[in-house]
């Protein structure tokens, strides 16, 4: 008998504090709506990556 006590006083302490059901965030449970990541941002290409490379900045235009 104690051992069922404590068992049932260790399962409900441990449930303590939880709103719900556990979930992956990318499997949610229908109603839950997961917080929308933030846009991607390219970087700008540095102007200065040519002439560290060696090339002249006119050779990759194509136009002569």
């Not at 404590?6 to 965030?25: D, E, W």
Request: charged share 25%; proline share 16%; aromatic share 6%.
């Amino acid at each position: 008998m104690r051992l069922a006590t404590l068992v049932l006083v260790m399962l409900l302490a441990a449930a303590c504090g939880s709103k719900g059901p556990l979930y992956f965030r990318d499997n949610p449970p229908p109603g839950v709506k997961p917080p929308k990541p933030e846009a991607y941002k390219p970087q700008p290409y540095p102007k200065d990556a040519a002439k560290e490379t060696g090339e002249d900045e006119s050779a990759g235009s194509g136009k002569k």
